[in-house]
């Protein structure tokens, strides 16, 4: 039986990602995964409100870091470059849960269900990211425009790290902001050049 309720919260997330990929997210039930995790049905829901938000537990501390990046970044940075910045720290936060994220994303990536979720769950950060570069003086429209392009770059890169994870987050997070940069025409930014640097 698990001590604490950390333990007993990440054991069910382990016994969801476990159940879901043996027999599908739809045939398993919250009572199959506390039984997988050694605790009984009341003990799930004390931490998780249903069976999808297992996989997306800890959205909110992600949101925060999110937005104290784009909050802390300098105030020379233009609005893609605050968000690269807060992507970063989102970074680390999946390759550190690495065995956890990849099983994760495959996952939803088959389950409708979790897709719509997950869809809601990028809405709200989109959003809190918007506010975040309204508030760092980015006009409404482009604080708009810059995070959801910004989170469609950032979910691109991290799809490329689960294809390829020869090269870590960090590099395929700053190609992908390269690439966006070369579609728009824009120039790269100086910390781009510097990168590129021999």
Same mark, same amino acid.
């Given at each position: 039986?698990?001590?604490?309720?950390?333990?007993?919260?990440?054991?069910?997330?382990?016994?969801?990602l476990?159940?879901?990929?043996?027999?599908?997210?739809?045939?398993?039930?919250?009572?199959e995964?506390?039984?997988?995790a050694?605790?009984?049905?009341?003990?799930?829901?004390?931490?998780?409100?249903?069976?999808?938000?297992?996989l997306?537990?800890? %959205?909110?501390?992600?949101?925060?870091?999110?937005?104290?990046?784009? %909050?802390?970044?300098?105030?020379?940075?233009?609005?893609?470059?605050?968000?690269?910045?807060?992507?970063?720290?989102?970074?680390?936060?999946?390759?550190?849960?690495?065995?956890?994220?990849?099983?994760?994303?495959?996952?939803?990536?088959?389950?409708?269900?979790?897709? %719509?979720?997950?869809?809601?769950? &990028?809405?709200?950060?989109?959003?809190?990211?918007?506010? &975040?570069?309204?508030?760092?003086?980015?006009?409404?429209?482009?604080?708009?425009?810059?995070?959801?392009?910004?989170?469609?770059?950032?979910?691109?890169?991290?799809?490329?790290?689960?294809?390829?994870?020869?090269?870590?987050?960090?590099?395929?997070?700053?190609?992908?902001?390269?690439?966006?940069?070369?579609?728009?025409?824009?120039?790269?930014?100086?910390?781009?050049?510097?990168?590129?640097?021999?």
């Open positions: 039986m698990p001590r604490s309720g950390a333990e007993a919260r990440r054991r069910l997330q382990q016994a969801a476990e159940l879901y990929r043996e027999r599908g997210y739809d045939r398993t039930t919250a009572a995964i506390a039984a997988r050694g605790v009984n049905e009341r003990t799930f829901f004390r931490h998780f409100p249903d069976k999808r938000e297992v997306f537990d800890g %959205e909110a501390d992600l949101r925060d870091a999110l937005v104290r990046a784009v %909050e802390e970044a300098p105030g020379d940075l233009a609005p893609l470059d605050m968000l690269l910045r807060a992507f970063r720290t989102a970074g680390r936060i999946l390759e550190e849960n690495r065995p956890f994220t990849e099983p994760r994303l495959a996952i939803i990536a088959v389950t409708p269900a979790l897709r %719509e979720r997950d869809m809601a769950k &990028a809405a709200s950060l989109v959003d809190a990211l918007t506010e &975040a570069l309204r508030r760092r003086g980015v006009p409404g429209r482009l604080a708009g425009l810059a995070a959801q392009t910004g989170w469609g770059t950032f979910h691109h890169a991290a799809q490329a790290w689960i294809d390829d994870p020869s090269q870590d987050l960090e590099t395929h997070l700053q190609r992908a902001f390269t690439d966006l940069r070369a579609l728009s025409g824009a120039a790269p930014s100086a910390q781009d050049r510097a990168r590129t640097q021999p």
